[in-house]
DNA sequence: CAGTTAAGAATACGACTGTATTCCGATCGT
DNA sequence: ACGATCGGAATACAGTCGTATTCTTAACTG
């Protein structure tokens, strides 16, 4: 047996390159050579590691659910729903990334039936564990119990992934941002029916 | 003065074919040829009309705007919030491909100044008209006045993006899209502080 | 009726794409 | 030490892309 790489290691390396050019020239700049440039690989050793470039961009975009995971089990127990929230927005580079990508994917997902359902699925898992929060917060007397959990995770999903869309469209820490920051966390309130921030 | 056309109007019917060819197969199949082809017309004459393929793309994101604006015309003076919303949602054919157009130039938009100050400032029109609606419903008593138009405003175009991502990934008229639906209307109520939808 | 001029078709061109294939060098088991 | 075998680099190939250019057709003006 010759030499030995971990093979997923280098997969994950790539699909990182992969994102963050996504993020700086746009996902149509993604191609095989590009992207080996951007890891200093090779375009012959990118092609190794996937069968096809679908497989390394769908790749990529798991990478984006598995920081985002990673980034929820790094959150303290008592973390409350606007922490939560703030995961999933664009406030920096890294997010950036994830957000750029995941907008582009979900636009042509819109046309490719197993896409489509990977990130539904994924949409799904992220919505009914929030609603498994909201209703332990209901439980313990923290927010009204008056309200239907999965329609307040729907919501709130939905209110994460708007405010995403237009974060993008500003630079980061700009006063619009921190308007629409404001905005989005008002919103959480009125949709959760609390008056202080939780 | 040999033959003349309407210029704008031919314009206008590309960038209809444009649409929808990236509703149907995503906008990485847009192409002059693949323009041509949909609209019955030879490559050459779509290349006479604009001076590049990006005018082309910028044009029927215009078209987008323009044909949200119209259905907002349409409706009728007492139309309510949760009907305003329902115009940019992807229940329908046509507003199925101005979402996928939409979400897609929005994620190349992240990095295209040009592109994200054009996208910046539709989503602050449609919010600013949507301020202007709650003050008045607030001033005639519809809506409880302790709430900011403007945060609400916001949050309710967030909504609105926000469901059409998942509504995106799913058949229109499906249980899923149902159960979203209501979702949306639950938040949407929430959001306003109403009872009943309005 | 000739001539000008716009619309549209066709073609040419250089660049880039994804993928298949070939080749080289390094490393391990034997 | 030798050779099997894998990682990786390089190259080849057919196709498509955007755009520039050329050519044809048709209509209006004088």
């Not at 329609?151 to 700009?174: E, V």
């Given at each position: 047996?010759?030499r030995?790489?971990?093979?997923?290691?280098r997969?994950?390396?790539?699909a990182?390159?992969v994102?963050?050019?996504?993020?700086?020239?746009g996902?149509?700049?993604v191609?095989i050579?590009?992207?080996?440039?951007e890891?200093?690989?090779?375009?012959?050793?990118v092609?190794?590691?996937?069968a096809?470039?679908?497989?390394?961009m769908?790749?990529?975009?798991?990478l984006?659910e598995?920081?985002?995971?990673?980034?929820?089990?790094?959150?303290?127990?008592?973390?409350?729903?606007g922490?939560?929230?703030?995961?999933?927005?664009?406030?920096?580079?890294?997010?950036?990334?994830?957000?750029?990508?995941?907008t582009?994917?979900?636009?042509?997902?819109?046309?490719?039936?197993?896409?489509?359902r990977?990130?539904?699925?994924?949409?799904?898992?992220?919505?009914d564990s929030?609603?498994?929060l909201l209703?332990?917060?209901?439980?313990?007397?923290?927010l009204?119990?008056?309200?239907?959990?999965?329609?307040?995770?729907a919501?709130?999903?939905a209110?994460?992934d708007g405010?995403?869309?237009?974060?993008l469209?500003?630079p980061?820490?700009s006063?619009?941002?921190?308007?629409?920051?404001?905005?989005?966390d008002?919103?959480v309130?009125?949709?959760?029916?609390?008056a202080s921030?939780?």
């Amino acid at each position: 047996m010759p030499r030995v790489v971990d093979h997923d290691e280098r997969r994950r390396v790539i699909a990182g390159a992969v994102l963050r050019l996504a993020a700086r020239e746009g996902l149509e700049a993604v191609s095989i050579r590009s992207v080996a440039a951007e890891c200093g690989m090779s375009a012959g050793a990118v092609q190794k590691h996937f069968a096809t470039k679908e497989d390394m961009m769908l790749r990529a975009l798991e990478l984006t659910e598995e920081r985002l995971e990673r980034r929820y089990a790094a959150l303290p127990d008592d973390a409350g729903v606007g922490e939560h929230i703030r995961q999933a927005l664009p406030l920096d580079e890294e997010r950036r990334e994830e957000a750029i990508v995941i907008t582009a994917f979900t636009a042509r997902a819109a046309n490719r039936a197993d896409w489509g359902r990977f990130l539904a699925e994924g949409y799904l898992a992220v919505q009914d564990s929030a609603a498994e929060l909201l209703r332990r917060a209901q439980a313990d007397g923290l927010l009204p119990a008056d309200r239907d959990a999965d329609d307040m995770a729907a919501g709130l999903t939905a209110l994460s992934d708007g405010f995403s869309l237009r974060l993008l469209q500003l630079p980061p820490g700009s006063p619009e941002a921190d308007r629409l920051l404001r905005a989005l966390d008002a919103s959480v309130r009125a949709l959760l029916g609390v008056a202080s921030s939780w």
